[in-house]
């Protein structure tokens, strides 16, 4: 890659950072509904025509941000030889554990804009298989982002040490690697 692209590319994910970062703090503080861009860039300390470029509306917003975790769990998940279900099982607890910090924003999120909130699920199934070392199969993605909305929808209401959640992810784990063993899609 060239210096220049290099460089476009960096400053491109700090903005992405600085973007994500204003908008989960403006959550946390007035709610998801009533945030505005104008907002966002401002806070991010960001052009509005930069912000734009990045994520042109709160749906996007809550896209990048999505993806943010998602690439910050996959550069957490630990690449060793375990069995398939256990590098699962440490891809979603790498995602939840990206998760904590903003625990209160993206709860709001969540409860505020249900759809945009689901509609990450199929991204974010992917990125859990592939840090696990499965191939993300359509059939399995299917089954990830369904077995991925009962853990968040656990973790949601589990505080403290999220032993239910864990719970929740080991038993939807299983249940998804013996569904899928049905179907001849297992792993």
Do not use: C
Not at 40 to 56: H, N
Request: no cysteine; aromatic share 4%; proline share 4%.
């Amino acid at each position: 890659m060239r210096p220049s692209k290099l460089r476009a590319t960096a400053m491109s994910a700090t903005s992405a950072a600085l973007a994500t970062t204003a908008f989960l703090d403006l959550v946390q503080e007035q709610g998801f509904l009533s945030l505005t861009l104008r907002e966002v860039a401002a806070r991010a300390g960001l052009g509005m025509a930069e912000l734009y470029s990045l994520a042109p509306s709160k749906a996007a917003l809550v896209n990048l941000t999505s993806r943010t975790l998602d690439l910050d769990a996959l550069r957490a998940v630990p690449a060793d030889e375990t069995e398939a279900h256990d590098r699962l099982f440490d891809a979603v607890m790498a995602r939840l554990e990206v998760m904590a910090p903003r625990r209160d924003a993206l709860i709001a999120i969540a409860r505020q804009a249900p759809a945009l909130t689901l509609a990450q699920f199929p991204f974010t199934a992917r990125a859990l298989l592939e840090a696990a070392g499965l191939e993300a199969k359509p059939v399995r993605v299917a089954a990830m982002a369904a077995a991925w909305a009962q853990i968040a929808r656990v973790w949601r209401k589990d505080e403290g040490a999220l032993n239910r959640t864990m719970a929740e992810a080991d038993t939807r784990l299983r249940q998804m690697r013996s569904a899928l063993s049905r179907i001849s899609a297992g792993y």
